[in-house]
């Protein structure tokens, strides 16, 4: 896989690659991530880590720890099935048949939007409307100037990921992902437009 996507980390950028998007749930994408990973055949936890960072292009990493944790519940949910071990004593997993069929279906339903998502920026910016000696209009500031930087570095990461693609196919799933950071990235800078425009019309 190409190199990992990286971006300065702060509050409000989606899928950073330390802080996470609070937009959705974190571990149905885990749980899930792994299923489709074990669908080919059985694997050990440490590879699956290594799989599933590399085909999302190292913005989500994972530590060993949320991978046994997770295979752990998948395990009790009857989803997945320890197949022994490998030559090097390694426990192997498997899935069930309950486990592909959960990976049919959540491959098939939607990913719900109902709910609003608990966005740290947007509290950050209620909060700071009535907080005493607080400019909000710095704190829009503030976070433009991280978002303009991080757009920057998304876009330079997916020129680089477009011009590496036709020698390594496995760039795409690199590039989905920036894609994705990218879109994020240009819809938060136009609603901080839209703040300070409002903003604005309120002194």
């Not at 700071?128 to 829009?140: N, Q």
Request: glycine letters at 10%.
């Amino acid at each position: 896989m190409g190199t990992s996507l990286t971006a300065p980390t702060a509050p409000g950028i989606p899928d950073s690659a330390t802080r996470p998007n609070r937009a959705h749930n974190p571990g149905m994408s885990i749980r899930h991530g792994l299923l489709a990973l074990l669908e080919p055949g059985a694997r050990y936890g440490s590879r699956l880590r290594t799989e599933f960072q590399a085909r999302t292009g190292g913005t989500w990493p994972l530590n060993i720890g949320q991978v046994y944790t997770t295979l752990g519940r998948l395990e009790r949910d009857g989803l997945v099935a320890q197949d022994g071990v490998d030559e090097a004593g390694r426990v192997l997993y498997a899935l069930t048949e309950a486990g592909r069929a959960e990976l049919r279906a959540w491959f098939t339903r939607p990913v719900q939007r109902a709910g609003p998502p608990r966005d740290e920026l947007a509290i950050k910016l209620v909060m700071a409307l009535g907080a005493p000696g607080v400019d909000v209009r710095e704190v829009v500031g503030a976070q433009r100037r991280h978002v303009t930087e991080a757009l920057h570095g998304y876009v330079r990461q997916r020129a680089e990921a477009l011009a590496r693609a036709h020698e390594h196919p496995d760039e795409m799933a690199r590039l989905l992902v920036l894609d994705q950071l990218v879109f994020h990235t240009e819809a938060e800078s136009r609603w901080l437009d839209i703040c300070e425009a409002r903003l604005l019309r309120l002194t």
